[in-house]
């Protein structure tokens, strides 16, 4: 995903402070470690979650992960629906 310039601050504020809803919502639909990393050089961040039998992509069609998406819009570079613009990345290596 893409961060704004200027934005990381105030990106790591509002995950501290992440609605219970939205905590709550990913911690029932599976998700057991959740990480997102900065690349201070090319402003990108990284997310690395383990899941337990879930396809995390359909939580994007969830309410609240959609009102999310929409209070970190003005943050992130984003499509018309809100959804953070990413890049998949191409797994190369497992040890």
Same mark, same amino acid.
């Given at each position: ?7 990381? !601050?105030?990106? #790591? ?7 219970? !809803?939205? #905590? ?7 998700? /057991?470690?959740?990480?997102? &990393? ?7 961040? &990284? =997310?690395?979650? !383990? =899941? ?34 990413? =890049?998949?990345? !191409?797994? /190369?290596? =497992?040890?």
């Amino acid at each position: 995903m893409y961060l704004k310039p200027d934005a990381l !601050e105030e990106y #790591k504020k509002r995950h501290r402070e992440i609605w219970p !809803e939205l #905590k709550s919502l990913l911690e029932t639909s599976g998700i /057991v470690n959740y990480h997102i &990393f900065h690349d201070p050089d090319t402003n990108c961040l &990284f =997310t690395y979650q !383990e =899941t337990q039998g879930i396809d995390s992509q359909s939580l994007g069609e969830n309410p609240i992960v959609q009102k999310w998406w929409e209070y970190m819009r003005d943050l992130m570079e984003t499509h018309s629906n809100n959804a953070p613009r990413q =890049t998949n990345l !191409e797994k /190369v290596f =497992t040890l």
